[in-house]
């Protein structure tokens, strides 16, 4: 490729049709744009949410040469939606896409971090994400004969789990593609819960969050939006996930479950009728992000390449520098590291979501906190 590499730092609302023609042709060119993340569209309902989006649209010689749509927080630039978003990347020609490090340096923050970039990279952990897809001939069912075949013994436990969760409870049953406001909001308030008894942070504490999620699924379109499944035994929800979709795709989200109920794996549960029925309805491919929960082995056949990365300026974020320091004095040098990798996730996680300065501090040290405790307890479980 020939000639420097440039930016325009843009307002995603003044994206011109033309340039979202091309966004969307490039988009549908390339199989690892696929994902509903990639969608002009997930850009333009995030930016009306999110606080301080833009879009940097890279040229080569005067030419559009790809899209990357952004947040601020601060001086940070994180990829448009984070926390939430799973996948980002520079949307280009195919093979073309200027490398991460690039898109770093033209951006230029005092701080830039991904956790699911799709794309060139030279630098950071690289990951995997996991998806199954459906054959066209012969659909779920042949799908889950060959899921059944190699892994037997949890299958046939999971349909032990319907079948005693019925009895116990009353018929089981699941809808999907539901966009009731009122059953969103149980789902944030079930998982507002769950992050409280997990000790992480509560990313529907601040407002945007819950807005982007409601103003996702309340978009009216044939090949993109947000829709929620739901378990219910006895007429009793047990199990619900927010989802997003576009085209073929279609991603799994937000989980929830009753605690309770967790011996019925009714998580589970709902997530196998939901390919069934997701299915027949024309999606092939159903995605569960990246990350290696166990779980994942037994239903996913596909898998794509990401990079988690952080390009920093000088010292760590003031609001976490001396306190962390402290902490992993008293953690040990045997523990340090692991403290360090979990206060950098939960930063990124803080810093997209709090949109001042003074909630990113209370969040991080909440974080800290945290992060030491479950240092401390390993440590001791190992001793």
Same mark, same amino acid.
């Given at each position: 490729?020939?000639?420097?590499?440039?930016?325009?730092?843009?307002?995603?609302?003044?994206?011109?049709?033309?340039?979202?023609?091309?966004?969307?042709?490039?988009?549908?060119?390339?199989?690892?744009?696929?994902?509903?993340?990639?969608?002009?569209?997930?850009?333009?309902?995030?930016?009306?949410?999110?606080?301080?989006?833009?879009?940097?649209?890279?040229?080569?010689?005067?030419?559009?040469?790809?899209?990357?749509?952004?947040?601020?927080?601060?001086?940070?630039?994180?990829?448009?939606?984070?926390?939430?978003?799973?996948?980002?990347?520079?949307?280009?020609?195919?093979?073309?896409?200027?490398?991460?490090?690039?898109?770093?340096?033209?951006?230029?923050?005092?701080?830039?971090?991904?956790?699911?970039?799709?794309?060139?990279?030279?630098?950071?952990?690289?990951?995997?994400?996991?998806?199954?897809?459906?054959?066209?001939?012969?659909?779920?069912?042949?799908?889950?004969?060959?899921?059944?075949?190699?892994?037997?013994?949890?299958?046939?436990?999971?349909?032990?789990?319907?079948?005693?969760?019925?009895?116990?409870?009353?018929?089981?049953?699941?809808? @999907? %593609?539901?966009?009731?406001? $009122? &059953? +969103?909001?149980?789902?944030? *308030?079930?998982?507002? =819960?769950?992050? !409280?008894?997990?000790?992480?942070?509560?990313?529907?504490?601040?407002?945007?969050?819950?807005?982007?999620?409601?103003?996702?699924?309340?978009?009216?379109?044939?090949?993109?939006?947000?829709?929620?499944?739901?378990?219910?035994?006895?007429?009793?929800?047990?199990?619900?996930?927010?989802?997003?979709?576009?085209?073929?795709?279609?991603?799994?989200?937000?989980?929830?479950?009753?605690?309770?109920?967790?011996?019925?794996?009714?998580?589970?549960?709902?997530?196998?009728?939901?390919?069934?029925?997701?299915?027949?309805?024309?999606?092939?491919?159903?995605?569960?992000?990246?990350?290696?929960?166990?779980?994942?082995?037994?239903?996913?056949?596909?898998?794509?390449?990401?990079?988690?990365?952080?390009?920093?300026?000088?010292?760590?974020?003031?609001? @976490? %520098?001396?306190?962390?320091? $402290? &902490? +992993?004095?008293?953690?040990? *040098?045997?523990?340090? =590291?692991?403290? !360090?990798?979990?206060?950098?996730?939960?930063?990124?996680?803080?810093?997209?979501?709090?949109?001042?300065?003074?909630?990113?501090?209370?969040?991080?040290?909440?974080?800290?906190?945290?992060?030491?405790?479950?240092?401390?307890?390993?440590?001791?479980?190992?001793?």
């Amino acid at each position: 490729m020939s000639g420097a590499l440039t930016v325009d730092n843009r307002d995603v609302a003044g994206l011109t049709a033309e340039e979202r023609a091309q966004w969307s042709a490039w988009a549908a060119d390339d199989p690892d744009l696929a994902s509903p993340y990639f969608r002009v569209e997930f850009a333009e309902i995030t930016a009306r949410v999110s606080p301080d989006c833009a879009v940097a649209v890279f040229r080569r010689d005067g030419d559009v040469v790809g899209y990357f749509p952004y947040q601020k927080r601060g001086g940070a630039i994180q990829p448009i939606g984070a926390p939430m978003n799973d996948y980002h990347g520079v949307i280009a020609p195919r093979g073309e896409a200027p490398t991460l490090a690039e898109v770093a340096r033209l951006l230029d923050g005092r701080r830039f971090s991904v956790n699911g970039w799709v794309g060139a990279s030279t630098r950071g952990i690289r990951s995997e994400s996991f998806r199954t897809t459906i054959p066209d001939n012969g659909g779920y069912d042949a799908w889950y004969a060959a899921r059944r075949q190699a892994f037997g013994k949890y299958f046939k436990d999971k349909e032990r789990a319907r079948r005693s969760m019925a009895v116990e409870f009353g018929s089981v049953d699941v809808q @999907i %593609g539901l966009r009731d406001p $009122a &059953l +969103l909001d149980e789902l944030i *308030a079930l998982k507002r =819960e769950q992050y !409280r008894r997990t000790g992480r942070h509560d990313i529907f504490a601040c407002s945007w969050t819950g807005d982007l999620l409601h103003a996702l699924m309340a978009h009216e379109q044939a090949d993109f939006g947000a829709s929620m499944a739901v378990l219910r035994a006895g007429g009793q929800i047990a199990a619900m996930e927010y989802s997003l979709h576009a085209g073929r795709r279609f991603h799994f989200w937000f989980p929830a479950y009753v605690p309770s109920l967790a011996r019925c794996s009714p998580g589970i549960l709902l997530s196998m009728e939901t390919i069934r029925l997701g299915a027949e309805q024309g999606y092939r491919d159903f995605d569960y992000g990246f990350g290696g929960e166990a779980y994942k082995r037994y239903f996913c056949d596909t898998v794509q390449p990401v990079t988690e990365a952080a390009f920093l300026g000088p010292g760590l974020p003031s609001a @976490i %520098g001396a306190a962390t320091d $402290a &902490l +992993l004095s008293m953690a040990g *040098a045997d523990r340090a =590291e692991e403290i !360090r990798n979990s206060l950098r996730r939960r930063w990124n996680v803080i810093e997209a979501c709090e949109v001042t300065g003074v909630d990113r501090f209370k969040g991080a040290a909440l974080a800290a906190r945290a992060a030491f405790a479950k240092a401390m307890n390993r440590t001791a479980a190992a001793s």
